[in-house]
């Protein structure tokens, strides 16, 4: 995938080039060239080849622009300045922090990357998203709680996004518990968060953030699900930069007023998004299956279900799956 990129930004920047430059320019074959091309057209980026002009691209993208992304973070007092880094591909931007050497200077990392080549979701599924059109990032915090005493993350950093992601005129977004956002058109964002726990119980999460701004439909076949972009949704033009800048700057002030106050402050506006809400839903509670009445979130974070005997079942990890209504009980939406 590097040189998937690294054609692109000599298309953006150069106007024409031919294969022969690019293939010189890179270190690889001309062919080596041509394959890449090929793979770029089937995930829709215009690249047209007219005899005698070589490659050109016939759009313009929104690469990560890194020093603007440090300018805006810097004013808005959110940067350390050795902590933010931009890739162009990755692994994964989480499993970058994860895997970071010294801790103790862990903090306020942030990696922001163009492509993820295994992007994860939750419970080890696949994020997928082609290069340059996304926005794949990943934060570490350390947080002055036990790795016990953040459940309800996942929620707050959801409810946050989908704040920021309607002042771009983004209408009728839901989250869905835990960790997507959704609207009628497919998934459009979604956040996984992991622990890492020090020697002193305290420990450090590292926030995860993939957002669809430009997927081709192409996309959608290996997900087996619908996907929605961005900028289908919104009606302004979308800064991919500076998008990325105010996620981040939303996702600071989130992870500290939630090492302070935890979930509680936001479940009713979370609840009030809740995909969920009215529907009839099945749940997974320690190997045994549950249905009822979806109640919406509590103040820590766990699913209420209400049972047909009328109980009251908190769930807390595992899949929230919509069910038909029961004959007397008609869902009042659908998911």
């Known amino acids: ?53 070589g490659y050109q691209l016939t759009e313009s993208l929104q690469f990560v622009d890194e020093n ?43 990696c922001v990357a163009e492509f993820q080549s295994q992007g994860r979701g939750r419970r080890g599924r696949a994020w997928l998203g082609v290069p340059c059109r996304n926005i794949m990032l990943s934060m570490a915090w350390k947080m002055d709680r036990t790795a016990k005493r953040v459940g309800g993350l996942s929620l707050s950093v959801g409810l946050t996004l989908l704040q920021r992601l309607q002042t771009f005129g983004a209408e ?82 989130t992870l500290e007023t939630f090492d302070c106050n935890g979930f509680s402050g936001d479940v009713d506006a979370w609840n009030a998004c809740d995909a969920y809400a009215g529907l009839r839903v099945r749940a997974k509670i320690n190997n045994r299956t549950v249905e009822g009445d979806a109640l919406g979130v509590d103040t820590s974070g766990a699913y209420r279900v209400r049972l047909d005997d009328h109980q009251v079942e908190s769930i807390v990890t595992g899949e929230i799956i919509p069910q038909p209504a029961a004959p007397d009980k008609p869902n009042n939406q659908t998911v």
């Open 68 to 110: 603007r992304l440090r300018e805006e973070l810097r004013s808005k007092g959110v940067l350390n300045e050795d902590r933010l880094e931009v890739l162009g591909e990755v692994d994964s931007t989480s499993e970058r922090l994860l895997e970071w050497p010294d801790r103790d200077i862990l903090h306020g990392r942030i």
């Open 172 to 253: 009728c977004l839901q989250l869905k518990w835990p960790n997507d956002i959704v609207c009628d058109h497919g998934k459009l964002a979604g956040i996984l968060v992991d622990v890492l726990t020090g020697p002193d119980h305290r420990c450090t999460v590292i926030v995860g953030i993939g957002v669809n701004l430009k997927n081709p439909a192409v996309i959608t076949n290996p997900l087996d699900r619908l996907v929605a972009n961005l900028v289908d949704l919104c009606a302004v033009p979308v800064d991919r930069t500076g998008l990325i800048a105010l996620i981040i700057a939303d996702l600071s002030r």
């Open 1 to 53: 995938m590097k040189h998937h990129i690294e054609i692109l930004r000599h298309l953006q920047n150069n106007g024409s080039v031919s294969g022969r430059d690019l293939a010189r320019q890179l270190g690889i074959s001309a062919s080596a060239v041509d394959n890449c091309v090929r793979a770029l057209r089937d995930w829709e980026f215009g690249i047209s080849d007219l005899s005698g002009t």
